[in-house]
């Protein structure tokens, strides 16, 4: 089992700018496609954006698509999420998780049961 921990949440105004990162400890998460989903108050935990286990392919929900951008440190077990161009609407809490098969990549990556570890989350919260 990996543990996962989220930081760099926090109030930003709108059309701001904030970097989520997500550190993996326990085991490896090298092999692992990564993911972000959201929670805001009264919603499903919905898909915010993936990244297969060797980082060349990410995925996007169309809400983000052109603002946000997944990115990958293997060698830290470090998972981003750059959030530009901030919007009231996409303040929630922001959970990374873990892909429970290894090497998985493409659309699956997108889809929540595919995931079994994750992290506590990290409010964000965008005033307009």
């Known amino acids: 089992q990996v543990q996962l921990v989220e930081s760099g949440g926090g109030l930003v105004q709108a059309g701001g700018s904030l970097r989520l990162s997500c550190a993996a400890s326990?085991?490896?998460?090298?092999?692992?496609?990564m993911g972000w989903f959201r929670q805001a108050p009264g919603k499903e935990r919905e898909f915010v954006a993936s990244?297969?286990?060797?980082?060349?392919?990410?995925y996007y929900a169309d809400s983000v698509k052109g603002r946000f951008t997944i990115s990958r440190e293997s060698a830290k077990q470090t998972v981003y999420l750059q959030m530009n161009s901030l919007k009231p609407e996409d303040t929630a809490v922001y959970y990374c998780?873990?892909?429970?098969?290894?090497?998985?990549?493409?659309?699956?990556?997108?889809?929540?049961?595919?995931?079994?570890?994750w992290g506590q989350g990290t409010q964000v919260t965008v005033s307009s």
């Open positions: 990244i297969n286990w060797s980082g060349r392919s990410t």
């Open positions: 998780a873990a892909a429970k098969t290894p090497f998985i990549g493409g659309i699956i990556t997108t889809l929540r049961p595919n995931y079994d570890d």
């Open positions: 326990g085991r490896t998460v090298s092999s692992y496609a």
